[in-house]
């Protein structure tokens, strides 16, 4: 075991190898530590918490949420997951990463907690009760929690909410959740409480979310009937029937922006459109329509990595890659590609070809992951979707010298399919 004087990357390999399997869905193990350590109480009685699920854009939602209450001059706690490079990415305060020592000291404690429960604990439940220790500890005004899978049995579960936030439900994770929207969405309803406000943020709701509500008196609202949008040139519009806001378009996806605002506005915070505008303006979340220059070329990072993320991701690309093509009329589009087993590759690579987007290469490897998915399975499904033009690799991180090499200074490389191909190919790039 390491102690508090070891390096961080020491505990994070340590706290992987507790128990038997990386994801163990349940709060019965976890419950006893939390309370040991006092943090069900301490975040209920010294932090308004916004809970925020769905199958997509949680990080944007957490994200915009955490800015605008940092803007209005709250002391915020952002908890999100996973990281793309450093573990610190996870366990935010007032926007910046806390330190190894803080992290190291709050993983010793949870980790003493746990030794006189005698119980073991998942890597995530071990470190998500190490971020709310953190967050209890420096008094903040404000968490914003990002449930990592699901929401009912979800370790973030532990702490009641004063808000819950639902940004949508699809089909992901089906051997945890169930395999319909009905079953996820009861999973994802498991963050209500009774009679606290939910934002949910699409127009299709599932039975079983109507009937938690229902059974829990929650307050609700919903896109496109209690708030709704209009997108404009260079600015949109926020409405419901009790304000009507013209503001700036910001770096992430707008409808993900949309709900952070109606969460702000039916919470009990005081929340100036001041503070939304000067929010929207300087949220920024690393992978997500994440476009940066590299060694002369031109690189969009983002992290769909399912059918629903997919959609979202070739719809603001297709009219950015006509503005590519403009700008620089020879490019041609790379796109390094991987994904974890547990998703349905077969669909998503479908929605990338049915784009009919102009594709030079596809350049492949597997994730340095236990649940990564094969190059010999990315193969099969690209070549039965008729993508011939396939290069792979032994590992992401050898991918990006390569695909430089094999490019020009007008091309694009997209990057996509999950959190960890984006972080496997940026490391190396960062380094240089």
């Known amino acids: 075991m390491p102690n508090q004087s070891s390096p961080l990357s020491d505990w994070i390999y340590y706290m992987q190898q507790i ?11 976890v419950m006893p530590v939390a309370n040991y350590l006092g943090l069900v109480q301490s975040a ?80 995530f439940e071990m470190t998500t009760l190490a971020a709310m220790l953190i967050f209890a500890e420096a008094d903040c005004d404000v968490w914003v929690l990002e449930v990592g899978l699901g929401g009912r049995l979800d370790v973030v579960n532990i702490v009641n909410p004063d808000l819950a936030v639902i940004t949508n439900i699809d089909i992901d994770h089906v051997d945890w959740l169930g395999d319909n929207r009905e079953k996820i969405g009861y999973e994802k309803a498991g963050i ?17 979310v109507l009937t938690k509500i229902q059974e829990l008196n929650c307050p609700y609202y919903q896109v496109g009937k209690d708030y709704d949008f209009v997108e404009q040139d260079k600015e949109w519009q926020f409405s419901s029937a009790a304000i009507t806001l013209q503001l700036p378009k910001p770096k992430l996806s707008l409808i993900n922006s949309v709900n952070a605002i109606a969460a702000l506005l039916a919470s009990k915070l005081i929340i100036s459109p001041e503070h939304i505008n000067a929010g929207l303006k300087a949220v920024k979340l690393d992978g997500r ?22 959609e979202f991701l070739l719809n603001q690309f297709k009219p950015f ?67 011939h033009n396939v290069v792979n690799y032994d590992n992401l991180a050898t991918i990006s010298a390569k695909v430089i090499e094999d490019s020009s200074e007008q091309d694009l490389i997209l990057v996509c399919g999950s959190f960890h191909t984006i972080g496997e190919v940026l490391q190396p790039l960062l380094k240089n």
């Not at 128990?19 to 193990?29: E, F």
């Not at 329509?289 to 993320?309: M, P």
Request: contains cysteine.
């Open 289 to 310: 329509f994440d476009a940066r220059q590299f060694a002369g070329r031109h690189w969009l990072f983002d992290v769909a990595h399912n059918e629903r993320g997919m």
């Open 19 to 29: 128990h038997v399997t990386a994801i163990d869905m349940g709060l019965s193990r």
């Open 321 to 387: 890659w006509q503005q590519h093509k403009i700008l620089y009329p020879k490019a041609e589009l790379h796109i390094i590609f991987s994904m974890l087993a547990d998703k349905d590759i077969e669909q998503v690579v479908k929605l990338v070809v049915d784009t009919q987007l102009p594709i030079k290469t596809w350049h492949i490897a597997q994730i340095d992951h236990p649940r990564a998915a094969s190059t010999e399975q990315i193969l099969v499904i690209l070549q039965h979707n008729q993508q």
């Open 192 to 208: 209500l409480r009774e009679n606290i406000p939910l934002v949910y943020g699409d127009s299709d709701m599932p039975r079983s």
């Open 44 to 123: 209920k009685d010294d932090a308004y918490v916004f809970t925020v699920a769905g199958t997509n854009g949680k990080g944007s939602t957490t994200a915009v949420i955490s800015e605008i209450c940092q803007q209005a001059g709250y002391k915020t706690a952002l908890y999100q997951s996973p990281h793309l490079i450093d573990f610190n990415e996870r366990v935010r305060i007032n926007g910046h990463p806390v330190g190894d020592e803080v992290l190291i000291d709050a993983f010793y404690k949870v980790e003493q907690a746990r030794l006189v429960c005698e119980l073991t604990l998942s890597f």
